[in-house]
């Protein structure tokens, strides 16, 4: 798979991809991502850096449990919600793990907190925003 092929996978699993008609793949990125730095500059800053990263998380762990589809996307959204029950990210953290792990798969605290970083990173590249 092409570097290409990921980004629109990524993008396509995400969301951002729309339905434009006959306009060329670059021409489809290009205005996507206008689109993300104009909603950073509008003032959604931090929180949507935080949903990204969160909805990229719940696709990553949907999927190594099994998801697809509609129940993945849901999937990535309830995960989204668990991370208002307190501050920080230990409610996602111990979501993710208690999840991974019912779904036979051993992530440590570390290992699920190094995912976590990896996807705010994908998420600032995302809306174009820098820390």
């Given at each position: 798979m092409t570097t290409d092929q990921k980004e629109e996978t990524m993008t396509?699993?995400?969301g951002d991809i729309k339905n434009t008609g006959d306009r060329?793949?670059?021409?489809?990125?290009?205005?996507?991502?206008?689109?993300?730095r104009a909603g950073h500059q509008e003032g959604e800053g931090?929180?949507?850096?935080r949903a990204r990263r969160n909805l990229l998380a719940?696709?990553?762990?949907?999927?190594?449990?099994?998801?697809?589809?509609?129940?993945l996307g849901r999937y990535a959204r309830d995960l989204h919600e668990v991370d208002h029950a307190v501050a920080g990210d230990s409610d996602v953290v111990a979501r993710l793990s208690?999840?991974?792990?019912l779904a036979g798969h051993t992530f440590s605290k570390?290992?699920?907190e190094?995912?976590?970083?990896?996807?705010?990173?994908?998420?600032?590249?995302?809306?174009?925003c820098t820390e």
């Amino acid at each position: 798979m092409t570097t290409d092929q990921k980004e629109e996978t990524m993008t396509i699993v995400t969301g951002d991809i729309k339905n434009t008609g006959d306009r060329s793949h670059s021409e489809q990125r290009a205005e996507n991502h206008a689109e993300n730095r104009a909603g950073h500059q509008e003032g959604e800053g931090l929180d949507g850096i935080r949903a990204r990263r969160n909805l990229l998380a719940g696709y990553w762990a949907g999927s190594l449990i099994g998801f697809v589809g509609d129940d993945l996307g849901r999937y990535a959204r309830d995960l989204h919600e668990v991370d208002h029950a307190v501050a920080g990210d230990s409610d996602v953290v111990a979501r993710l793990s208690r999840d991974l792990s019912l779904a036979g798969h051993t992530f440590s605290k570390a290992d699920i907190e190094a995912a976590l970083r990896r996807f705010h990173v994908q998420a600032l590249k995302d809306t174009g925003c820098t820390e």
